[in-house]
């Protein structure tokens, strides 16, 4: 029997499969948090940057530029066609960054490997928030930084 987290990656990985193709498409309202996010995060030419939840590259694409090509930017998402739609739009682009296939709970890096992690409206997704943020620290080097964007929650007054 599935616990609740795992049927829930499965929804989220085929809802997010569907509507790969069209995500954002163009100078969504990503593409504007995504560079947003990026410019807080305080990226620098030559760093190693690691976008969590990538989609269709709205953090991936701005955080390719400001590293530029002595850095580097690998991004994860769980959704395949994401990664898929993002890989062939940066081939396009001619930016180097990647998309891989991971679940953002358990990730395939070594220890403090990224000078920043990002995630850009991808963390409210997570089953195990805790255990993603861990996952993040676990890959940051030493005096690295984490930069995170989600929609703000309404607080109603009882």
Same mark, same amino acid.
């Given at each position: 029997?599935?616990?609740?987290?795992?049927?829930?990656?499965?929804?989220?990985?085929?809802?997010?499969?569907?509507?790969?193709?069209?995500? $954002?498409?163009?100078?969504? *309202? #990503?593409?504007?948090?995504?560079?947003?996010?990026?410019?807080?995060?305080?990226?620098?030419?030559?760093?190693? /940057?690691?976008?969590?939840?990538?989609?269709?590259?709205? /953090?991936? #694409?701005? *955080?390719?530029?400001?590293?530029?090509?002595?850095?580097?930017?690998?991004?994860? $998402?769980?959704?395949?066609?994401?990664?898929?739609?993002?890989?062939?739009?940066?081939?396009?682009?001619?930016?180097?960054?990647?998309?891989?296939?991971?679940?953002?709970?358990?990730?395939?890096?070594? $220890?403090?490997?990224?000078?920043?992690?990002?995630?850009? #409206?991808?963390?409210?997704? #997570?089953?195990?928030?805790?255990?993603?943020?861990?996952?993040?620290?676990?890959?940051?080097?030493?005096?690295?930084?984490?930069? /995170?964007?989600?929609?703000? /929650?309404?607080?109603?007054?009882?």
């Amino acid at each position: 029997m599935e616990d609740n987290a795992s049927v829930g990656k499965a929804k989220a990985k085929r809802q997010f499969n569907t509507v790969a193709a069209e995500y $954002d498409a163009g100078p969504g *309202c #990503f593409a504007h948090f995504g560079r947003r996010l990026a410019a807080a995060a305080k990226i620098h030419p030559g760093q190693r /940057v690691l976008d969590v939840a990538s989609g269709r590259g709205a /953090v991936l #694409f701005p *955080c390719a530029e400001r590293v530029g090509q002595l850095g580097e930017v690998a991004g994860v $998402d769980l959704a395949e066609e994401m990664a898929s739609a993002t890989n062939t739009e940066a081939a396009e682009r001619g930016i180097s960054a990647r998309v891989q296939v991971m679940d953002a709970e358990h990730l395939d890096f070594a $220890d403090e490997t990224f000078d920043r992690v990002l995630c850009g #409206f991808g963390i409210m997704f #997570f089953p195990d928030q805790l255990r993603a943020l861990s996952e993040f620290r676990r890959v940051l080097k030493p005096r690295g930084w984490l930069a /995170v964007s989600t929609w703000k /929650v309404a607080q109603t007054a009882k």
